[in-house]
């Protein structure tokens, strides 16, 4: 399994970004997939989730500014994310854990959020 994460970038305060991490390779039934993030110096954090089923999880920090969902189609998982501030810059990496168990990352991508 690969995942392939995209959308990072450098947005003021305030401002908008969404990213997007595609799924492919040999994929079993998906039982979680989504974002954690880590900030120099901190430790990973979960930020959103997606369940299989359809449900969804949010951090505390974040509930009310981003929104997680499912393309079946695509075999992506995207991640809005509004209202940012500077305390949301981090590296954000997707993550797929199949029912059979494991875990999958993607590669990193930045978000900065500065004026």
């Known amino acids: 399994v690969q995942l392939q994460a995209s959308g990072g970038g450098l947005v003021q305060p305030g401002g908008s970004l969404r990213l997007s991490c595609a799924a492919s390779g040999r994929i079993s039934s998906i039982k979680f997939m989504g974002w954690y993030r880590q900030a120099p110096g901190n430790q990973r954090e979960l930020v959103a989730a997606w369940k299989g089923g359809g449900s969804t999880n949010y951090a505390d920090s974040v509930k009310g500014r981003f929104t997680i969902s499912r393309d079946y189609a695509k075999n992506t998982v995207d991640l809005q994310m509004s209202s940012l501030k500077p305390e949301d810059t981090a590296v954000y990496f997707c993550?797929?854990?199949?029912?059979?168990?494991?875990?999958?990352w993607g590669q990193g991508t930045q978000v900065t959020v500065s004026s």
């Open positions: 993550y797929l854990d199949p029912w059979l168990g494991g875990r999958f």
